[in-house]
C-alpha cells in the first residue's frame, strides 16, 4: 500500500479563501483522523470518523472548518473562510480498528494563509 | 482531561550513547500508548505501539516501556547515531481519544 496520502502538499492562500485539504487512507483501515500541528499547540486531533461516519469532532476550532468521509477511500477537511491563524501543518492519519493497530500518518499539507 | 508530558523537550548527546525519552500521563485509564519519530517538515513515523496489557515492546535498537499505574511510559535507544536525530512523540490512547505530547527534540552529535 502506498500509505495515506494527502494532497496537496502546500498551500498559500489569501485570508478569506476557501481551502481544501484532501486524503486518501491506507485501504481496509476504518478510522480516519485529522490532525493540526503548530509550534504553539503542538498535535490537535480536529475530528475522526469511523466507517466514513463522523465520530468525535469536538477538536474542530470553530465553524469555518468542516470534515467530509464521502466513501472509505477519500475524505476532505474545509475551512471556510480561512484566516492567517489557520496557517499549520494538517496531517490526516489512519487505523486499522480501535484499541489494536497502530496510526499510520500522512506526510502533511503545509498551509499559509497570508 | 488526560494531560501528556514530555521531559526533556531538548537532548544532545554524542553518538554511541545509550538514552531515555520519558513519557507521562495524568490518567491512566488508557488502551495504549504510541511512540513516533518525526523529522523535520515531515509525517510522523510510528515507532512501537504499546497495548495497556503489555509492560514494554522492543524494535531493534529501541526499546519501551510501560507502566501504567504510574503513568510512565519511556523510550530507550541504544547506540545512538546521527540519524536518530528527530523529535520523538508518544501519544496515548483513551479509547476515543488520542492525546500526544508535546516531543522531545532529539539532536545525535557525530
Known amino acids: 500500500d502506498a500509505g495515506v496520502i494527502q494532497s496537496p502538499r502546500h498551500e498559500v492562500t489569501e485570508m478569506g479563501q476557501e481551502v481544501t485539504l484532501r486524503c486518501k487512507p491506507i485501504s481496509g483501515h476504518d478510522y480516519l483522523f485529522w490532525y493540526r500541528q503548530t509550534m504553539m499547540r503542538g498535535l490537535e486531533l480536529l475530528i475522526y470518523f469511523n466507517n466514513n461516519v463522523p465520530i468525535d469532532d469536538s477538536g474542530m476550532p470553530e465553524d469555518r472548518f468542516s470534515a467530509k468521509m464521502p466513501n472509505a477511500s477519500f475524505s476532505t477537511l474545509k475551512i471556510q473562510p480561512s484566516e492567517p491563524r489557520d496557517s499549520a501543518v494538517y496531517f490526516c492519519a489512519s487505523r486499522p480498528r480501535w484499541g489494536l493497530g497502530e496510526q499510520y500518518f500522512g506526510p502533511g499539507t503545509r498551509l499559509t494563509v497570508t | 482531561k488526560q494531560e501528556v508530558t514530555q521531559i526533556p523537550a531538548a537532548l544532545s548527546v554524542p553518538e554511541g550513547e545509550n538514552l531515555v525519552l520519558n513519557c507521562s500521563f495524568t490518567d491512566s485509564a488508557i488502551y495504549n500508548l504510541q511512540w513516533f519519530r518525526q523529522d523535520p517538515g515531515k509525517g510522523l513515523t510510528s515507532l512501537l505501539l504499546?497495548?495497556?496489557?503489555?509492560r514494554e515492546q522492543t524494535s531493534g535498537r529501541l526499546n519501551a516501556s510501560l507502566d501504567k499505574s504510574s503513568g510512565r511510559s519511556t523510550l530507550y535507544i541504544a547506540a545512538s547515531q546521527p540519524g536518530d536525530s528527530a523529535t520523538y512523540l508518544c501519544?496515548?490512547?483513551?479509547?476515543?481519544?488520542?492525546?500526544f505530547g508535546t516531543g522531545t527534540s532529539l539532536t545525535v552529535i557525530p
Open positions: 501519544a496515548v490512547d483513551t479509547g476515543n481519544q488520542f492525546y
Open positions: 504499546i497495548q495497556s496489557s503489555q
